[in-house]
Structure formats: structure tokens, C-alpha cells
């Protein structure tokens, strides 16, 4: 199979495309990234990269926290409104139909129309290049309840999530497996008590 060479690029996808809310219930902003994933799993460790110039950029930096919400299909224009406006000058939230509500552990607030939200704390900043890195630490996680099942687990497959990809956005599909699967051992089937007629 033939493969072309391109030069470096951030053609790393799928990526999650997140709504990041910082400031406070009372102030609130909120701006899509692309730019996240996990570092680290004790402590549960994220982070997020900011343009500078981006108005989030300097509420995320005076108040070391911000929460990133999960987005659903359902949101995706919602989402892409949240990356081509700014906060500055436009009230996202009312643009949008946004709701917010208080998160347990950050003064910024969730958004109520995603489906899972994680409370950050920042510890450490990094000028990049073009992006400020904020590395964090996951404090908390508020779930919706209704992809919560009887025995307490999160059904993320349930919820509609959304992905973006080198400039477009993806509807995340079926479920193809759990972590695991490729090596755990098959379940043996008890064959059923032979009985006499």
C-alpha cells in the first residue's frame, strides 16, 4: 500500500469536541476545543490547549479551573458556534439555548445539556507556540442519570457523542467492544442435565 509524506501536522483524530466552561455561574463562558485527551490515570490527570488571544485564555489562567463538557450529534451546531464566536463580545449561552448549573468542586459550571462534565483544577501552564497548555487534574465528574444503568455503569454509547476530525464533525458509531475483549477467555457453556423420557 502506497503512502504519501506530509509534513508535521495535528492530524491526530478522532478528537473529542468539547465545550469548555470557565469564570462562574454568574459569569459564565464557554469555548469548543479540540486539543484535550487524558495524561494520566492516578491522579486522573487532563488537559486542554488555548489560543492566548482566545478570551477564555486569560479566565482560565486567573482562576486555575475549568470543566470540560462532552458534546452529543445533537449539539454539533451548538458546538461549532461555540468555536467561531467569542465570549468578548457575545453571550454564548443565550446564543446557543445553553443551561448551566453549579459544579461540586470548580467555580465554573457545567453545562446541563451534556452528557458527562469533568470538574478541573489546573496544575501547571505551558506556553507551546501558538497554545497555552493547562495541564489538570480531574476533581470530579458529574454524570447524567440517565445513561447511569441499575449496577451504577456509565453508558457512554447511549448518549449520541461527538468527535471531531481534521475540521469536520463525526457522529461517534457502534459500539464495537469492551477494553479487554481480545484476550479474554470465552465464558464455557454448561451444557443442560440429560434427562430420560
Given at each position: 500500500m502506497a503512502k504519501q509524506f506530509w509534513k508535521g501536522s495535528t492530524l491526530l483524530a478522532p478528537v473529542p469536541?468539547?465545550?469548555v466552561t470557565c469564570g462562574t455561574v454568574e459569569r459564565p463562558n464557554v469555548l469548543t476545543i479540540g486539543w484535550t485527551g487524558i495524561v494520566c490515570t492516578r491522579p486522573p490527570m487532563t488537559y486542554i490547549s488555548v489560543r492566548p488571544e482566545r478570551y477564555s485564555h486569560d479566565i482560565?489562567?486567573?482562576s486555575g479551573e475549568f470543566v470540560?463538557?462532552?458534546t452529543t450529534s445533537a449539539m454539533c451546531r451548538e458546538t461549532d458556534l461555540c468555536g467561531v464566536k467569542s465570549g468578548k463580545d457575545t453571550d454564548k449561552f443565550a446564543l446557543c439555548g445553553l443551561h448551566t448549573s453549579?459544579?461540586?468542586k470548580v467555580a465554573a459550571p457545567l453545562i446541563e445539556e451534556c452528557p458527562l462534565s469533568l470538574e478541573c483544577r489546573v496544575t501547571e501552564e505551558k506556553l507551546l507556540g501558538s497554545h497555552t497548555m493547562f495541564l489538570a487534574e480531574i476533581v470530579g465528574i458529574d454524570a447524567d442519570e440517565r445513561f447511569i444503568d441499575s449496577k451504577g455503569k456509565l453508558n457512554l454509547q447511549q448518549c449520541g457523542l461527538m468527535a471531531f476530525a481534521h475540521g469536520e464533525y463525526f457522529a461517534i458509531g457502534r459500539?464495537?467492544?469492551?477494553?479487554?475483549f481480545s484476550v479474554r477467555k470465552k465464558k464455557k457453556h454448561r451444557k443442560p442435565p440429560h434427562t430420560s423420557g
Open positions: 469536541a468539547a465545550l482560565i489562567r486567573a470540560i463538557n462532552l453549579p459544579a461540586q459500539k464495537l467492544g469492551d477494553f479487554g
